[in-house]
């Protein structure tokens, strides 16, 4: 009878008998029989006798009983070497294993600042996870603030360096006691906080386009408008102490992925980021209060001579840091009586440093000018205050490469434009009828012609690329680190950005410094963004290069959130159809605009997705803007006598 006609009791009691019965024998057979033994040994340790160096992992205690994890890099023979330190939040065992070698040059050949000056020199190099990151203990916390206010524990990232380099020179043996700190970014950041109440064995400091000023021009705010497009790196940082957690995507172009949702409070809700505990900060901070001011590092260390000789590293084209490194010069220098405080300025994405430094983008340098910084600017500059001996070193107090003729100068201060028989003169280029430029003043003209106007409209913002739009990342075929250098002319074609431009130039200008931006305008609304651009507009046709023919170059460029045209500290609605006064730092230049060329001045009101939307509506967060709050409004530049708009220049005459 099949089994389906039996009663279900029976069935279940045949099934039962016959389990038993089969189970029974097969356990007293795996009881009687013996296993295989692991062919994984409990620990397996490297062979490395042929490694030219050695490596040490260890944990080094801090004051507070938290240990944090550190690999120790040691070439074959070393005697009396100087240490280069690195702390990190990006996992130093993965920065110390890039190739996996018996060679120390393969094996720091990544984002490690592993410059050929650390293997030539024969330096013992140091990685260091900071507290909460990796393989080291503790909690995590971005850019832990100093002990005080805004830290109530008695640890910070300066004791922390404190205490690493107090235990390197007490359990290296064959260190001479000297240790050197550089760093790129957040591991730029580093140095500058070990440069706070400095450990005696601290003897040269290189922060590398650091993060200094969040709010004002680095990672996550400028001049008030945050950038929207750094939400991943947030959550991927914070989220886990290895970085796994990763933000997820659903288009393929990012413009899509940050205009589905309303704003970046809600977009970050949609992907879990109130779980983490920066991310609120920010909600809770969008304007530069105390909370800001209080971590800034050019404040700091405005605050204290330089007692360590520093090399501060600036790149021209810095998509991430381009504030940082000239803010802490230009806090720092006026109190370096005794010229501890150097600076390198290149021409560079951020990182760029320690790269192929021949060409950015469609811009070719000529020669590699990273491989000149490491070799003769570096390298000299490490071995003078690090080495038994004192090797001599001829390294400029300022090291600036001027683009548009590709070349290095050395300088005594910056901004200086050149070491002698010039001057700086602060150079209004106007804007004017017709959508043009000129170093003359705007004269009276017909009413009609006294500005120029767009519609902005938050629901098609500008991009700021062309899209489809990459996420941010550094491995090819993704290609933010050149954003900065991109042609300007597709956005230049839309009705929502002006376009000035001078006359072909008979003569060569020349800028060092900081542009500023006076911009006359109004909005229909009640807030506005305002962007700032200056781009070198090349000749119709490039003999030489024939795809750079009308190429627009940026030159200095940023964004200025309008509700805080009076105050950082304190935002304020904007009076509708009133013609206010704009005026704001663009990033440090140094170029020159050749003979031939053109200069061009753009105006617009949105740079999605890298900054958030401004509804132009004001509210009191926009991070939780509404809907409804999202309007079109009109902008107008004005150009006339009394209303005049320009761009400051910092223009070099004489020499």
């Known amino acids: ?67 944090l994890h550190t690999v120790i890099l040691v070439p074959k023979g070393a005697h009396r070497a100087p240490i280069l330190l690195t702390r990190t939040p990006y996992d130093a065992t993965a920065t110390t294993s890039y190739a996996q070698s018996a060679h120390l040059a393969p094996e720091l050949n990544g984002y490690d600042n592993a410059l050929q000056v650390i293997i030539a020199g024969g330096y013992i190099r140091v990685v260091q996870d900071i507290r909460g990151k990796y ?130 409070g809600e977009l970050g809700k949609l992907h879990g980021l109130e779980q983490v505990g920066f991310w609120n ?3 809770a901070h969008p304007s530069y209060d105390s909370w800001w001011q209080q971590q800034a590092m ?50 560079w994405h951020h990182g760029q440093e320690i790269e192929n430094g021949s060409s950015l983008g469609a811009i070719d340098f000529q020669a590699n000018s990273s491989q000149y910084f490491q070799r003769n600017i570096l390298g000299p500059f490490l071995a003078h205050y690090l080495k038994d001996g004192a090797p001599p070193m001829d390294v400029a107090p300022v090291n600036a490469y001027e683009t548009g003729t590709n070349r290095w100068e050395r300088l005594r201060s910056w901004p200086s434009g050149c070491d002698a028989g010039c001057t700086i003169r602060p150079t209004p280029l106007y804007l004017g009828a017709g959508l043009t430029a000129s170093f003359d003043a705007p004269r009276q003209g017909p009413p009609d012609a006294t500005f120029d106007a767009y519609v902005s409209d938050p629901a098609k913002p500008v991009p700021f690329r062309t899209r489809p739009i990459q996420p941010i990342g550094y491995t090819p075929p993704l290609t933010w680190v050149q954003w900065l250098v991109d042609d300007q002319r597709e956005v230049g074609g839309r009705t929502d950005v002006l376009s000035y431009e001078t006359a072909v130039l008979t003569q060569p200008v020349k800028i060092s410094g900081q542009p500023v931006a006076n911009l006359v305008a109004s909005t229909s609304g009640t807030d506005a963004d305002w962007v700032v651009k200056v781009i070198d507009v090349y000749p119709d046709e490039v003999g030489d290069d024939p795809g750079m023919g009308g190429y627009e170059l940026p030159v200095s460029m940023d964004i200025f959130r309008g509700r805080y045209r009076e105050s950082f500290e304190t935002p304020k609605p904007i009076t509708p159809n009133e013609p206010l006064l704009y005026k704001f730092n663009l990033p440090t230049a140094n170029h020159v605009f050749l003979p031939g060329h053109r200069i061009m001045v753009q105006i617009q009101s949105s740079w999605f997705p890298l900054y958030d939307r401004n509804p132009q509506t004001f509210v009191p967060n926009i991070f939780w803007a509404k809907p409804g709050d999202y309007r079109k409004a009109e902008q107008r530049v004005f150009h006339e006598p009394g209303h005049a708009s320009f761009v400051e220049l910092p223009v070099v005459t004489g020499g």
Do not use: C
């Open 1 to 67: 009878m099949p089994s389906h006609f039996l009663p279900n009791a029976l069935v279940r009691a045949l099934v039962a008998g016959a389990l038993a019965a089969s189970v029974a024998p097969v356990g007293r057979a795996l009881a009687q029989t013996p296993g295989l033994p692991s062919e994984t040994p409990a620990k397996f340790k490297p062979a490395t006798s042929t490694f030219d160096y050695e490596r040490r992992d260890v944990m080094i205690p801090m004051r507070d009983g938290v240990k």
């Open 135 to 264: 393989g080291s203990e503790g909690d995590y916390v971005m850019n832990r603030p100093l002990v005080g206010p805004l830290n109530p524990t008695t640890v910070d990232e300066s004791t922390d360096t404190y205490d690493t380099i107090d235990w390197l020179i007490k359990h290296v043996p064959e260190t001479n006691g000297n240790v050197g700190e550089l760093g790129i970014s957040y591991d730029g950041f580093e140095p500058l906080m070990g440069l706070v109440h400095p450990h005696p064995a601290l003897k040269v400091s290189v922060p590398m386009t650091p993060m200094v000023d969040g709010w004002m021009g680095d990672d996550w705010f400028h001049n008030g408008a945050f950038r929207e497009q750094n939400m991943p790196y947030i959550l991927e940082q914070e989220a886990t102490r290895d970085n796994s957690a990763k933000w997820w995507t659903d288009h393929f172009d990012d413009y899509d992925v940050y205009m589905q949702s309303v704003s970046a």
């Open 281 to 283: 900060k920010i909600l």
């Open 298 to 347: 050019d404040k700091i260390l405005a605050a204290q001579p330089i007692s360590v000789p520093v090399m501060l590293v600036h790149s021209l084209w810095d998509q991430e840091d381009i504030y940082g490194a000239i803010a802490v010069y230009k806090a720092s220098k006026p109190k370096d009586t005794s010229n501890k405080v150097f600076l390198v300025i290149g021409p």
